[in-house]
């Protein structure tokens, strides 16, 4: 069997990429949106993590939670929070066992599963939300001019709208 070698299979990837993408404009700021995601994602958790030793999944849970009014249905936060579907449940039964969530059933809903912050979890989040946004300001907005991060909100908010479930 031959192994191909690596330039003809970054080539061969490369036509492939450019033939859906064949905008080099567009191509390149996909490209800078995915490295910047990554590096800053893997950033964010690492500072996080060495700070209070909670990672970014956890504090997303925790701030999707909070920004919603304190609960959500355990679908609705699976939506929203960047943790992924599959590791929700695992995100989920870990914070309950640490007593920062509370499961129960929705009221109007016996079907549906209702993911409640205690108050333990809101003062884990009082801890976690300053070191958060102090990350966020550092390694993100400091970072970008007034013009770059409305520019950049206004674009993000078009993929948002165009890729949004629901």
Do not use: C
């Amino acid at each position: 069997m031959q192994v191909p070698t690596k330039k003809d299979v970054a080539a061969r990837f490369a036509r492939a990429v450019r033939a859906e993408i064949p905008n080099q404009a567009g191509l390149t700021a996909w490209l800078a949106f995915l490295g910047a995601h990554a590096s800053l994602m893997r950033r964010l958790d690492a500072d996080l993590r060495m700070r209070t030793g909670a990672g970014l999944n956890e504090f997303d849970v925790l701030a999707v939670l909070a920004g919603a009014g304190g609960s959500l249905r355990m679908t609705e936060l699976a939506e929203r929070a960047y943790t992924s579907r599959s590791g929700m449940t695992r995100r989920v039964d870990h914070l309950v066992a640490h007593g920062l969530l509370r499961r129960g059933p929705h009221v109007a809903d016996g079907r549906a599963v209702v993911i409640a912050l205690t108050d333990a979890g809101m003062k884990r989040l009082d801890e976690l939300a300053p070191v958060h946004a102090r990350a966020v300001m550092e390694s993100f907005v400091s970072r970008l001019t007034a013009n770059d991060l409305s520019a950049l909100s206004r674009a993000l908010a078009k993929v948002t709208e165009a890729t949004t479930y629901g």
